[in-house]
């Protein structure tokens, strides 16, 4: 169906917000998203091209909104095993008001979140793989770095080791690096 392809997810605290784009246009191939997770009324749409797919099923938590997600995706004749994806990316830091959708990365938005007042001090380096072993299995693997400016506290995930700020120095770092990998089935 598309050559390559990219997944972004924005996962927030109810909803789950994606978009696969073209990584050599930045063009959006299709977007969509699940809202009201874990409520009596969620809801989830997916637009790809010219088709809209709307549910209104209720969905009890992020697992659960992810397989809808997957679920349109497959119902719009674009299941991801087919799409050429070549990379999945996930939202790291909020943008303030202005950047609420699946955005490129690129120098013109790094300068606009740097001088918003927006900028974290934190600088994150992640990279993931997913190869499919079947049109059902696949595994996966990603790592990321975390190096927080200034002392702030943030880290990778629960449970990752971290290198604490040497007390009293002024302007010392707290890093954190984290990896996973696993096995997917899709029933």
Known sequence: MMSRSVLVL????SS???????PD???SLADGIVERIGE??????????????????RVADHEAALRTTFELFDEAGAHLNTVGL?????RVVHGGPDLYRPTLVDDA?????????VSTKIDQFALGYVYNLSKRTAV???????????GTANSVASGTAQTAAPSGVAGASLKSTGAEFGLRHFF
Request: glycine share 10%; hydrophobic share 35%; no cysteine.
């Open 109 to 117: 938005l790094v300068s606009k979140l740097d001088t918003n007042g």
């Open 40 to 57: 009596d009324a969620s809801a989830a749409s997916l637009t790809l091209g010219e088709m809209d797919l709307t549910r209104g099923d």
């Open 140 to 150: 996966y693997t990603t790592v990321s770095r975390l190096n927080n400016k200034n």
């Open 86 to 90: 070549v990379a999945v990316g996930h």
């Open 25 to 27: 246009s930045g063009a």
């Open 16 to 22: 789950v917000k994606f978009q696969l784009i073209d």
């Open 10 to 13: 924005n996962s927030g605290s």
